[in-house]
């Protein structure tokens, strides 16, 4: 990389940080961020699932929608408006999955909105906030103050250990249930914390005022339990999760149920629902759901050792036949000492066990549609 194309990164609150633990810096969504650290992207995915791992994640864009007259139902419904999801029953302490969809179903962004009892606080991804923002202000603005947080980092504490390691900080972590959320002290630090997280396992999402990123950080790789985690691993630990990247498993021209994600959207805005449609797309996405969408998102499963990429063309036949889907995104998947993949086929091709093969250097691999997640999922319930 030109030196020019260095200095245009944008560096997260802890770059120092990463330096200083010899993290391999990267660009990712115009940011210069650690892919790995000195341990290797095997023993830093290991790791999380064995004990505790420490993400920077302050690239992701988090974002306030203050309801004007002072009801967070109004900002709720404001936001469903704009996504499939039901906002408005979300209670207060809880988040959601969401996504932004466009006129035609396909999905403009994916993220989380938690009800913060005053306001709905969203945490979006990288390469979409700026857009994602500026959405926000052309739909809901009459409404809705939207506020940018860009004066916060946001970290995640992921793996079977992170409730012990982050109960010394904060004292609700353990109390805390899957995709509670709200504002907590952790070490004497306002912090917004979620039990959630981008791994499969048990953790938290932590967003803190920038200034006390650092400070924060250390206490928590202090703990031996805790390495810092790259975005190497990151990537490896969500795809055996069979969780989507946006951009890759999911886009603009992907609808929630294509992708899915049909558990996404609760009933009360499909066909029939209490407040059904009245979002972007509506009307091709509930198609979807109400008939069937031509195409599934899937796990694959290769029958040998070697890794299927993102972007090797799908076949139902291993001599003959055009292409009848692609991989998005693939891997080879450390907890299970073998490579893993998801695409999209045909529905018809769909359903678990089908055989398919999957074009790597000129040869048609065989391969299996696979349950997903292909690890078990730890979220405490």
């Given amino acids: 990389m030109l030196a020019h194309d260095q200095d245009s990164l944008k560096r997260p609150p802890l770059h120092g940080l990463h330096v200083s633990l010899g993290g391999k810096m990267v660009p990712f969504a115009g940011y210069d961020m650690p892919v790995q650290y000195p341990a290797g992207v095997l023993k830093e995915h290991l790791h999380t699932r064995a004990?505790?791992?420490l993400f920077d994640v302050s690239h992701m864009g988090q974002l306030a929608l203050r309801p004007k007259s002072g009801r967070i139902e109004d900002a709720a419904r404001a936001l469903e408006r704009l996504?499939?999801?039901?906002?408005?029953a979300i209670a207060e302490g809880r988040q959601r999955y969401a996504q932004f969809t466009n006129a035609d179903g396909g999905i403009l962004d994916d993220l989380m909105a938690a009800n913060f009892g005053d306001h709905l606080f969203l945490v979006v991804n990288a390469a979409c906030k700026d857009a994602d923002e500026t959405h926000l202000r052309a739909h809901l603005s009459g409404d809705c103050i939207i506020e940018s947080l860009a004066d916060r980092?946001?970290?995640?504490?992921?793996?079977?250990?992170?409730?012990?390691v982050l109960a010394k900080f904060c004292a609700e972590a353990p109390s805390m249930k899957f995709m509670d959320a709200g504002p907590h002290q952790v070490a004497g630090i306002a912090c917004f914390v979620s039990r959630s997280g981008y791994t499969g396992e048990d953790g938290f999402e932590i967003s803190v005022p920038a200034g006390d990123a650092e400070r924060l950080?250390?206490?928590?790789?202090?703990?031996?339990?805790?390495?810092?985690?790259g975005l190497g691993a990151r990537d490896s630990l969500r795809?055996?999760?069979?969780?989507?990247?946006?951009?890759?498993?999911?886009?603009?021209?992907?609808?929630p149920v294509e992708a899915a994600l049909e558990w996404s959207v609760q009933k009360s805005r499909r066909s029939g629902g209490a407040r059904a449609g009245g979002f972007p797309g509506a009307e091709k996405i509930l198609a979807h759901f109400d008939n069937g969408a031509s195409r599934r998102r899937v796990g694959l499963r290769a029958d040998g050792r070697a890794p299927v990429r993102e972007g090797a063309l799908l076949f139902a036949d291993a001599n003959a036949g055009e292409p009848i889907g692609?991989?998005?995104s693939g891997g080879f998947g450390p907890s299970l000492n073998a490579p893993v993949a998801m695409g999209y086929v045909p529905t018809s091709l769909s359903a678990l066990g089908t055989r398919l093969f999957a074009e790597v250097r000129g040869q048609r691999l065989p391969l299996a549609v696979a349950a997903m997640p292909f690890v078990k999922n730890t979220y405490k319930r």
């Fill in 51 to 53: 004990s505790a791992g």
């Fill in 83 to 88: 996504v499939p999801q039901d906002i408005a």
């Fill in 153 to 164: 980092a946001l970290i995640a504490l992921q793996g079977p250990k992170s409730e012990s």
């Fill in 217 to 229: 950080a250390k206490m928590l790789l202090d703990n031996p339990e805790v390495l810092p985690i």
């Fill in 239 to 255: 795809l055996e999760a069979g969780l989507c990247l946006y951009g890759h498993d999911i886009d603009t021209a992907t609808t």
């Fill in 326 to 328: 692609k991989v998005t």
